[in-house]
């Protein structure tokens, strides 16, 4: 089981043009004093990151990154598919942080079948259609007896 300490190294191995990132340094200077460091806060920051490699073109790394939020999707803990949905999806989607032409459609593409179906699960929350967000009652990809292999 994935937990929050082991999701920054894992968005690290799969997306190294983070590691300089100077929001993710600031981040580490506002709370590696803290036991329990705000996640949501460094996904924010990861996000914008990945909407700006996005905007200039750079996607060499999106497979690797979207394995990842695939990987705390289905194995992580509580908090960290959580994290992983609201922290990481919600935030792709939140036309607010695209700027330079990167729109959240970009990354449909890159989406892996879970992932892709809390991606599809926050936009009905945000049209209305579901509260809270994973109740639509549409089956879910590890209940439908398929291989990653099948769906995608």
């Given amino acids: 089981m994935i937990d929050r300490r082991q999701v920054e ?19 580490h200077a506002d709370w590696d004093h803290e036991d ?3 996640l949501y806060l460094l996904a924010s920051d990861f996000v914008r990151h990945l909407t700006a490699l996005n905007a200039a073109g750079d996607r060499r ?17 509580h908090y960290v ?8 999806l919600e935030d792709l989607q939140n036309t ?19 992932s892709k ?4 699960e926050v936009e009905l929350f945000w049209e209305g259609k579901v509260v809270p967000i994973g109740s ?16 995608s």
């Avoid at 959580?82 to 990481?88: C, I, M």
């Fill in 9 to 27: 190294p894992l968005l690290l191995k799969a997306c190294p043009s983070f590691e300089s990132n100077p929001e993710r340094l600031e981040w």
């Fill in 36 to 38: 329990e460091p705000p």
């Fill in 61 to 77: 790394e999106f497979p690797a990154v979207f394995e990842v939020i695939e990987d705390l999707h289905r194995d992580g803990d």
């Fill in 81 to 88: 598919r959580e994290l992983a949905t609201v922290g990481l």
């Fill in 96 to 114: 607010n942080l695209h700027a330079g032409g990167s729109k959240p459609d970009d990354f449909i593409r890159y989406l892996l079948p879970v």
């Fill in 117 to 120: 179906w809390w991606w599809e």
């Fill in 136 to 151: 639509s009652g549409r089956p879910h990809p590890d209940q439908m007896g398929l291989s990653l292999e099948d769906i």
